[in-house]
């Protein structure tokens, strides 16, 4: 027995180990080989790396059967039944609060065809005799037990096979360092209905504007995905360096926390085709075509999720679209959390971000998976398969399915290969069905209130397989759950100067001159806009306020609606010595959003939105954009937009979804050489959290 054997070994294959020795797994690599070597009483000189004879404890016998036998000082009673009984094999113990090599493990490589179930005690190492007297049978349990001992520690593949093959295993969580390559095959999305192709043109520049009515996008590539093993010196609390291999990242209020970075790219070939729009753009064709084939698409995700709660906080994605013709769009999104509203963001990354490997931990967590078992995690249900080899490794197939797109949508399955170990499924099968109108009767009224607010109008069918191509097992475990020093508490960082409306948000900027109280004034004093003048003198008030400023002057583009859901907007501009009331109008009853002076919630004013949105410290990437010298460019636009639901209860029984919601984004468009570029950022009014920025390229 070498220690170069040891060595050779992971640390997850070294602590699979010490747990069937009954042994502790914490420690580093050095400590677990030693922790071994001293439970099998190995000196450093029998383990050296000459070759030696087998260790003193274990001896040949006399007898010509060269059996494997244990110095008579470390017997303890073993009781092996004759070959016709059915009763157990009996191990007794020293200490019994103390852990064993189970007797099931020696059973499970002999030869023999004996069904005997074995069950054994706690015990403290795995040191088992047999007197002369026992079966020929009985001694090559104990050979066998020997060689299965030697072959774990040199690399051989008895034990790792049977442990394998009894098919039950918990998910071990992902380390810091694991990666995969893999392959991503057969690649489908067909998208039908209007606002369902809008859903992903909207989401992808200017790639898809060519697209409406449907849309077939074929993908295939290469893809990877990794946890980045940090240097401790990028953790700023030193009480926290324990976390080796985590980083620090800001959440959407700028507050700093630990968190694993996850990176995740694809490099794909994809070809597109659908309906476009008439000649004259104004509608969706229902026969023009197009098709644009050989496409290339690079994205790139990183992410960083923070470890006591285990969510995304951050993430960062850049879609490099590029044509045959050399024409090329690049997206690059920052997003903070999800949109706040549950039930929207368990469904759009079933549009938005559908081939990610599935990460096994945070889905199962410490389930133990074994053929039969079936069970609900994270949503979905899943059965656990018997195992199948592929290409000479044993792997477990799990099913899962999300029974609320079931009974509500179509229908969302998953087929998962998983080998013990990884993080990730060795293959991933993807079948998805969106489409509203497939509805059931099982679907419940909070369910369908839910997914009809958050999923559009049409039908989305996404198949694809992955499958790995490579692995590399990093060394840290990430410790999800772990409530470091520095972590924020509840609270801290989060403004709590929310304001009441009076008729319209907030403003008290002095960053722009002409406020929106300056604005109301004027429309007050002016004998036009007689409308808003009307709403905001009977309990209306401004749902809609946008900003603009062209470098001479300044102009406020206001939509009001009144108690009768009568609705309007108009356009107010400033110049250095007055203002003027430039145009207005009405909007028809279909176009008019729902009135409810009730939902309107307290909000932070404009002023400090544009505080908080350019701070360099907090959010550097949107500041570099939307800033010039440390003052915000005159080009960009910012809007402040209140959507509320009808006063009917009718939504009730969402708790994620709240009557009034009121959101700040700041805009800016430019041209630098040849290419187009435009920029969006949004922020949650009420709480002074960002959301995330969206930049687009075309080029």
């Known amino acids: 027995m070498k220690r170069s054997d040891l ?42 790396d000459s070759d030696e004879e087998a260790p003193s404890e274990i001896k040949e016998s006399d007898d010509d059967d060269g059996f494997l036998l244990l110095e008579e000082e ?33 059973e499970a490589v002999i030869v023999d065809s004996s069904e005997a179930e074995p069950r054994a005690e706690a015990r403290s190492k795995p040191n088992v005799s047999v007197s002369l007297g026992d079966s020929r049978k009985s001694s090559r349990a104990i050979f066998l037990g020997g060689l299965l001992l030697v072959a774990v520690l040199a690399g051989g593949g008895y034990w790792w096979t049977w442990m394998q093959d009894q098919q039950t295993f918990a998910v071990e969580p992902a380390r810091y360092g694991d990666s995969m390559e893999f392959t991503m095959t057969g690649g489908s999305v067909q998208v039908n209905g209007n ?51 985590a980083t620090e990242t800001r959440d959407g209020y700028g507050r700093l926390h630990l968190a694993a970075e996850r990176s995740l790219s694809y490099d794909l070939l994809t070809d597109l085709s659908g309906r476009t729009w008439t000649t004259d753009g104004s509608r969706c064709s229902s026969s023009l075509t197009w098709e644009m084939n050989a496409n290339s698409v690079d994205i790139s995700v990183t992410s960083w999720e923070e470890l006591t709660e285990a969510t995304t906080i951050r993430s960062e994605a850049i879609m490099d679209f590029v044509t045959p013709d050399g024409d090329r769009s690049m997206l690059q999104n920052t997003a903070f959390g999800g949109t706040g509203i549950a039930a929207v963001d368990e469904v759009l990354p079933l549009f938005l971000q559908p081939a990610v490997p599935l990460d096994l931990r945070s889905t199962f967590g410490s389930i133990l998976l074994e053929e039969g078992s079936t069970g609900t995690a994270e949503g979905w249900d899943y059965t656990v398969e018997p195992a199948q080899r592929v290409n000479g490794e044993l792997l477990v197939p799990i099913k899962m399915e999300q029974p609320s797109i079931a009974t509500c949508l179509g229908h969302a399955k998953l087929d998962l290969l998983v080998r013990e170990g990884a993080p990730w499924p060795v293959e991933q099968k993807v079948d998805i069905l969106i489409d509203k109108a497939r509805e059931s009767s099982d679907c419940s009224w909070h369910e369908s209130a839910a997914l009809d607010f958050a999923v559009p109008d049409g039908q989305l069918v996404i198949t694809y397989t992955i499958r790995e191509s490579t692995f590399t097992a990093g060394e840290h475990a990430i410790v999800w759950g772990d409530l470091y020093n520095s972590r924020p508490g509840a609270g801290e960082g989060i403004p709590n100067t929310q304001m009441q409306w009076d008729g319209h948000m907030p403003d008290e900027s002095t960053i722009h001159a002409f406020t929106v109280e300056e604005a109301v004034e004027c429309l007050m004093n002016s004998s036009a806009g007689n409308g808003v003048r009307s709403a905001l003198n009977n309990d209306g008030y401004l749902y809609r306020m946008n900003h603009a400023n062209d470098g001479v002057e300044e102009t406020w583009n206001l939509s009001w609606v009144d108690p009768d859901s009568d609705a309007g907007w108009t356009l107010v501009r400033s110049s250095s010595t007055d ?15 729902e009135y ?38 005159s080009d960009v636009e910012f809007t402040s937009r209140l959507v509320v639901t009808q006063d009917t209860g009718l939504l009730d029984f969402i708790d994620d979804i709240d009557e009034g919601e009121v959101t700040f984004t700041a805009s800016r468009s430019w041209t630098d050489g040849d290419s187009e570029n435009s920029f969006d950022l949004i922020m949650d009014a009420e709480r002074g959290r960002m959301v995330g920025w969206l930049q687009s390229t075309t080029e």
Do not use: H, W
């Open 7 to 48: 060595e050779k070994r992971t640390v997850a294959d070294l602590k699979v180990l010490l747990e069937a020795m009954g042994l502790p797994r914490s420690g580093k690599k050095s400590e677990l080989i030693d922790r071994i070597i001293d439970s099998l009483r190995l000196d450093e000189q029998d383990t050296g």
């Open 195 to 245: 606002d369902m192709v809008a859903l992903l043109r909207d989401n992808t520049g200017s790639a898809l504007e060519k697209a409406c009515g449907d849309l077939a996008i074929t993908m295939n590539g290469m893809s990877s995905i990794a946890y980045r093993d940090a240097p401790t010196s990028e953790i700023g609390d030193p009480t926290d360096r324990d976390n080796a291999g």
């Open 74 to 106: 470390e017997i303890e009673s073993l009781e092996i039944p004759s070959e016709d009984s059915s009763s157990v094999i009996e191990v007794k113990a020293e200490n019994d609060s103390n852990e064993v090599l189970e007797a099931t493990i020696l």
């Open 579 to 593: 203002c003027t009331v430039v145009n207005d109008g009405t909007l028809a009853p279909s176009d008019a959003p």
């Open 596 to 633: 409810n002076l009730n939902a309107i919630p307290n909000t932070l004013s404009i002023a400090e939105m544009q505080s908080r949105m350019m701070d360099t410290s907090d959010f550097l990437g949107a500041t570099l954009v939307l800033m010039d010298g440390g003052m915000l460019r």
